[in-house]
């Protein structure tokens, strides 16, 4: 019998990759993240895999209550002490789910899915459907996806990245619930585990809630 490499299965890759981390994640919140939501007033945000709480513990300092959201248990429990340590475990809480089955109950002011990429059996598109769906009027859908990738990725060299443009199309949003505030590439410089640094292309949904 032959059993199943950890990236065959995107919950035990993330566990896997997450288990293995032996230092803290450096605390930078995600730039699109902070690019989209400076300036719009706090609420509830929900935070979609949140690896280990960068980005809720970044909102959470702005004045949002955060629900993060992972698969993986060690990066859970990574989170948790982050939030512990930066002094907002009050408001960001952090609870397992996967994706493709739940996500938490309620409405967000602010539902993000950054990066939210796995090797493996992953039905992303239904994945942020849900995540659509937890949006309350007025509310921002915000995902930062992958339009190339660094060289110290893991990802396939030759995988294909869709188009924001074709993401959006794929969610299928009723365009008369939805406004769009940017759908297109931006372009970042990267930092890799050893101080590396490439210029890589993120792909942004950002659209709101009437």
Known sequence: MTCALPKDDPAAFREDHYAKMTKPSGGR????????????????????????GDDAIWLAKQGWTVTGV??????????RRAAENA???????????????SIPDGE??????????????????????????????????????HGSHAPW????????????ADELTDLDLNPFEWDEVFVGPIERTAKGPDGQTAVVIDTVIAVERR
């Open 29 to 52: 919140p995600s730039a699109v993240l902070v690019r989209f939501t400076e300036g719009r007033p706090p609420g509830r945000a929900l935070d979609l895999g949140c690896a280990q």
């Open 153 to 164: 990725s893991w990802a396939d060299p030759d995988t294909v990245y869709p188009t924001a």
């Open 70 to 79: 992972d698969v993986a248990e060690a990066a859970l429990n990574a989170a």
């Open 108 to 145: 967000f002011d602010l539902v993000t899915a950054m990066f939210l990429h796995s090797p493996g059996r992953f039905d992303r598109v239904s994945g942020l459907q849900r995540a659509a769906n937890a949006v309350a009027p007025g509310g921002l859908l915000l995902i930062g996806a």
């Open 87 to 101: 002094g907002v475990a009050g408001e960001a809480r952090f609870e397992r789910h996967d994706l493709g089955v």
